[in-house]
């Protein structure tokens, strides 16, 4: 398994026994763009994707996803990037977990109206194309005003942009 990052946050007193979240998600490319989820709650990017539940594959996981995020259908698996492991605190419970996300690079053929979850919509998520730069930017700014002393969820994500313009010299 190539190992993309593995985050542990300090701050967080981790118990004998951890839940184990497992998680997907999608770099999707195209025309030196990246597809991004933005939340207008947060004012940040995040990739595409979500946790795995209870008998689905990764790659059933990963369909669909993309069709309930990005409303993408006919999608191409072009490679598996790798795998994250995050301990942090997670954002809904504010436990400790353990994340493990494995990051596919994709291509979407055809998109048809995207139908997110009740706690997306109240996030205010919405794709977006956008530079990576921009991406990169934008969230290191919003965590700079926030100056949260945890490990959240965007800057796992921030991490992992940094780490695909690079693979990806965008």
């Known amino acids: 398994m190539n190992r993309l990052l593995l985050i542990t946050d300090n701050l967080v007193d981790i118990p004998p026994k951890i839940n184990t979240r497992e998680d997907v998600r999608a770099i999707i490319l195209n025309n030196g763009k990246i597809l991004l ?7 940040m990017y995040g990739t595409p994707g979500g946790g795995i539940t209870l008998n689905e594959s990764k790659l059933d996981t990963l369909y669909r996803e993309l069709l309930e995020e990005v409303g993408g259908i006919n999608v191409k698996i072009v490679e598996h990037l790798g795998q994250t492991e995050e301990i942090r605190l997670s954002r809904r419970q504010n436990k400790p977990v353990n994340i493990l996300t494995d990051y596919y690079h994709v291509d979407i053929q055809d998109y048809v109206n995207s139908s997110l979850e009740e706690h997306e919509e109240e996030m205010g998520l919405e794709p977006k194309w956008v530079s990576i730069d921009e991406a ?35």
Do not use: A, H, P
């Not at 989820?37 to 004012?43: K, P």
């Not at 290191?140 to 990806?168: A, G, P, W």
């Open 37 to 43: 989820m933005y939340s207008n709650t947060d004012q």
């Open 136 to 170: 990169i930017r934008q969230n290191v700014s919003i965590m700079k005003s926030i100056n949260d002393k945890f490990i959240t969820f965007f800057y796992t994500q921030t991490e992992i942009l940094k780490v695909v313009k690079d693979r990806f010299g965008l």
